[in-house]
């Protein structure tokens, strides 16, 4: 079992940036993938990017290419998602989610955080 801890939301204006955090403990050694959704009022959850955690290959929802960038660091088990030119289209709940060696899946989840982009 990982656990997963998000940190770093909070409120800005369109064109700003924040940095989301995602801590991961636990059975860290089985990690094969992270990755960050957000999910707005009304909409479903959709995958904003995800990080291969053996080697690094990422991807990218279109909608986030050349305004966002994902990255770990591996030493401290945590990952990041840097936010620039923020939109308000990107208000959602950000949550961190693992898939494991063990092909399940997005099988651990983090509690969210909050972004909030006005315009």
């Known amino acids: 079992q990982v656990q997963l801890v998000e940190s770093g939301g909070g409120y800005v204006q369109a064109g700003g940036s924040l940095r989301i955090s995602c801590a991961a403990s636990?059975?860290?050694?089985?990690?094969?993938?992270m990755a960050w959704f957000r999910q707005a009022p009304g909409k479903e959850r959709e995958l904003v990017a995800r990080?291969?955690?053996?080697?690094?290959?990422?991807q990218y929802a279109d909608s986030v290419k050349g305004r966002f960038a994902i990255s770990k660091d591996s030493a401290k088990r945590t990952m990041y998602l840097q936010m620039d030119r923020l939109e308000p289209e990107d208000t959602a709940i950000y949550y961190c989610a693992a898939a494991l060696l063990d092909g399940g899946g997005w099988s651990s989840w983090g509690q969210g955080t909050q972004v909030t982009v006005s315009s």
């Open positions: 990080i291969s955690w053996s080697d690094s290959f990422i």
């Open positions: 636990g059975r860290t050694f089985t990690l094969y993938a």
